[in-house]
């Protein structure tokens, strides 16, 4: 068969007519599915169900705190030295919060924006500028484009963005911030290599510029291979920035996504920094969620092994995406796609100026799919290619009529242009 850019006229024809009659029929099965967001199974909640008698007993930790009083702002130890051992930091670094790591995000580029970081004058009143790696997460620009915050797209690869591009920009000194997804990106996949992550330490940059390290899918790993956390925070202080670093993770795709716990890891300066402005607004996290996740999950390895039975649910699910797209696109040559080693999501590249078009075609036929741009700051996609697949909440019955659904209206408009 040839490929879509390869047809005569007439084969064109041919294939539009071919595309409408299979779109035809995807209107006519009626569906009505879901692949917005990327949400873990009811089947992946299962999994924690455990945690629902926990914990038992008391309510009194190892090292005796009485998690149902107040206090405690660090979070408790026995689950800050799992997760410490987890993401390769020390205890002292890492404290263990409430149920999102999105709001720690949050919180802490509104101290930035309140009381400026580490000595340096708050950002209010000044132009604040963020690089954002795209395509990226659509709620760290939604944080941003609510906060004021100018938005500045660079090129993510698959090892991390541009860095000509980051060090060039990061020079100007209202560059404050930098949103990345190092393990697993959403959506791309990408992994940040250590040559990249040294240069975005290392690069000269403003005295308060901070990187959001947000590490959300350090262990979600797709395959056997269960790559490491990289050693960001030793890396920063070796280059004499110890405080450019803020790690952000949660239990959210472990255990429960609402009722998980968030985890934020940085340099003692940055902690105490952060926990000063915290200590007016809480009088403490939520110890008792801190000790049923501590009992659940006993050890590092009991979060291993737990993460590695999500990996059986969710790799037949890419490996489904990945063949339907294979068998249905890759004949006539329309769309790329990277089949991730882990995280949540698979990043469609469609044919130019026709991303937005699939998606309405889509929702048409019963499918919802994440709107198009989502990816980029304030929704701009520049090239309209770019589809978030989100494949872990369906089942596979479902997920299969939703992949086949999204490749007819892919197909569909392709054919069009
Ligand atoms: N960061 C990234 C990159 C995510 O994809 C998500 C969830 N979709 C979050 C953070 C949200 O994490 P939390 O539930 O801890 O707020």
Same mark, same amino acid.
Not at 106 to 121: A, K, M, R, S, W
Not at 293 to 305: L, P, S
Not at 364 to 369: F, H, I, Q, Y
């Given at each position: 068969?040839?490929?879509?850019?390869?047809? &005569?006229?007439?084969?064109?024809?041919?294939?539009?007519?071919?595309?409408?009659?299979?779109?035809? =029929?995807?209107?006519?099965?009626?569906?009505?599915?879901?692949?917005?967001?990327?949400?873990?199974?009811?089947?992946?909640?299962?999994?924690?169900?455990?945690? @629902?008698?926990?914990?038992?007993?008391?309510?009194?930790?190892?090292?005796?705190?009485?998690?149902?009083?107040?206090?405690?702002?660090?979070?408790?130890?026995?689950?800050?030295?799992?997760?410490?051992?987890?993401?390769?930091? =020390?205890?002292?670094?890492?404290?263990?919060?409430?149920?999102?790591?999105?709001?720690?995000?949050?919180?802490?580029?509104?101290?930035?924006?309140?009381?400026?970081?580490?000595?340096?004058?708050?950002?209010?009143?000044?132009?604040?500028?963020?690089?954002?790696?795209?395509?990226?997460?659509?709620?760290?620009?939604?944080?941003?484009?609510?906060?004021?915050?100018?938005?500045?797209?660079?090129?993510?690869?698959?090892?991390?963005?541009?860095?000509?591009?980051?060090?060039?920009?990061?020079?100007?000194?209202?560059?404050?911030?930098?949103?990345?997804?190092?393990?697993?990106?959403?959506? &791309?996949?990408?992994?940040?290599?250590?040559?990249?992550?040294?240069?975005?330490?290392?690069?000269?940059?403003?005295?308060?510029?901070?990187?959001?390290?947000?590490?959300?899918?350090?262990?979600?790993?797709?395959?056997?291979?269960?790559?490491?956390?990289?050693?960001?925070?030793?890396?920063?202080?070796?280059?004499?920035?110890?405080?450019?670093?803020?790690?952000?993770?949660?239990?959210?795709?472990?255990?429960?996504?609402?009722?998980?716990?968030?985890?934020?890891?940085?340099?003692?300066?940055?902690?105490?920094?952060?926990? &000063?402005?915290?200590?007016?607004?809480?009088?403490?996290?939520?110890?008792?969620?801190?000790?049923?996740?501590?009992?659940?999950?006993?050890?590092?390895?009991?979060?291993?092994?737990?993460?590695?039975?999500?990996?059986?649910?969710?790799?037949?699910?890419?490996?489904?995406?990945? =063949?339907?797209?294979?068998?249905?696109?890759?004949?006539?040559?329309?769309?790329?796609?990277?089949?991730?080693?882990?995280?949540?999501?698979?990043?469609?590249?469609?044919?130019?100026?026709?991303?937005?078009?699939?998606?309405?075609?889509?929702?048409?036929?019963?499918?919802?799919?994440?709107?198009?741009?989502?990816?980029?700051?304030?929704?701009?996609?520049?090239?309209?290619?770019?589809?978030?697949?989100?494949?872990?909440?369906?089942? @596979?019955? =479902?997920?299969?009529?939703?992949?086949?659904?999204?490749?007819?209206?892919? @197909?569909?408009?392709? &054919?069009?242009?």
């Amino acid at each position: 068969m040839p490929t879509l850019s390869e047809m &005569s006229d007439a084969e064109r024809a041919q294939f539009r007519t071919e595309a409408e009659t299979a779109y035809a =029929e995807l209107q006519q099965a009626g569906l009505k599915l879901d692949l917005t967001r990327g949400k873990p199974a009811a089947s992946q909640l299962d999994l924690s169900n455990a945690l @629902l008698e926990l914990p038992g007993g008391k309510g009194i930790a190892d090292d005796g705190t009485d998690t149902r009083n107040y206090g405690g702002q660090l979070g408790l130890l026995e689950l800050r030295a799992i997760f410490a051992e987890l993401l390769g930091v =020390e205890v002292d670094q890492l404290i263990a919060q409430d149920n999102a790591s999105l709001a720690l995000m949050h919180d802490l580029v509104v101290q930035g924006i309140l009381y400026g970081f580490g000595g340096n004058p708050p950002w209010a009143g000044q132009k604040v500028k963020f690089l954002c790696p795209v395509p990226g997460y659509d709620r760290h620009f939604a944080i941003c484009e609510h906060l004021g915050i100018e938005m500045v797209p660079v090129e993510l690869g698959p090892h991390g963005p541009d860095l000509d591009q980051v060090r060039e920009l990061a020079a100007d000194p209202s560059v404050k911030g930098l949103w990345a997804v190092p393990m697993y990106a959403n959506p &791309s996949g990408a992994i940040y290599d250590e040559a990249t992550t040294r240069a975005l330490v290392e690069m000269p940059a403003a005295p308060d510029f901070r990187i959001f390290w947000d590490n959300a899918y350090a262990f979600h790993h797709l395959t056997a291979d269960e790559h490491p956390p990289l050693d960001v925070l030793g890396m920063a202080a070796a280059a004499g920035n110890p405080d450019r670093v803020l790690i952000f993770a949660s239990t959210s795709k472990i255990t429960f996504a609402g009722a998980g716990v968030s985890f934020l890891a940085s340099s003692k300066a940055n902690l105490t920094e952060y926990l &000063s402005h915290v200590a007016v607004r809480s009088i403490g996290p939520d110890k008792v969620n801190h000790l049923r996740h501590a009992q659940f999950f006993g050890d590092a390895e009991g979060v291993r092994t737990l993460m590695r039975q999500h990996r059986d649910q969710l790799a037949p699910k890419f490996a489904l995406v990945d =063949e339907i797209l294979t068998r249905r696109l890759r004949p006539v040559g329309v769309g790329e796609w990277e089949a991730p080693e882990g995280g949540y999501f698979i990043n469609l590249a469609v044919p130019d100026g026709t991303a937005t078009r699939v998606v309405e075609l889509a929702k048409a036929a019963g499918v919802a799919l994440t709107p198009a741009g989502a990816a980029y700051p304030y929704r701009k996609d520049p090239r309209d290619r770019h589809i978030r697949i989100a494949p872990s909440f369906p089942q @596979l019955p =479902e997920l299969e009529q939703a992949i086949e659904g999204l490749a007819t209206c892919v @197909l569909l408009a392709a &054919s069009e242009r």
